[in-house]
């Protein structure tokens, strides 16, 4: 990372998520085992402002890039073999060419954002299958943010609105006292670290994201 772009790691946030999260228990004078579920909840909701990069949180929740590759390259060896054995004069050439492409071009347009994407996809047809909308909700969260550039809609007003749309649907599911106050809280304590205003940030957080492009 350049010094010009540096900013907070994941693990900060983490850490701040989960104070974030046990402040919240304190403050509704929760039981020992709510606390530490807070805790938790609030480390990886600190996180999700960060999905629209190649962050931490992105990295856990994403299938490795390397097995989709690993997938396309025994489909091209199975195909080449079978046009060897199988296939004869144009259509074997059109199999080799074919079995050559799935050997060679996932490495280079297989992304992460490409991956995040699908991830998102599968969760929404997960939480579908189901029957469990928060589980969709969540997936719908996750497709928006490979989407975007980083810094910008979830970094942003815009984003803690749709952010609490997962919340409320995750605290119907799981109503628990306080929850929702830290899946918020705790997103929006990730915005604040980001801010110029600390000396370990170069860029800032544009709250007003796109209507106002300015960096706090």
Known sequence: MRKDERTLKGSSHMVIGAATGVGVAVWMQSPLIDTALFACTGAVAALVP???????????????????????????LLLALYSYFMLFGVKQAAGFIVSVGLLLLPRLFIKQRMMLFLTGALVVYAGWYINEAWIMYIGFFILFASLVSHRTWTHSIVGIALFYFVAAEITRAYPLDGLLAVLLLSYISHLLADMKLLPANKKGTKFFYPVWKKEF
């Open 50 to 76: 960060d999905l629209d990069v190649n962050g931490k949180l992105a990295n856990k929740i994403t299938v490795e890039k390397k097995w989709l590759i690993l997938f396309f390259a025994a489909a091209g």
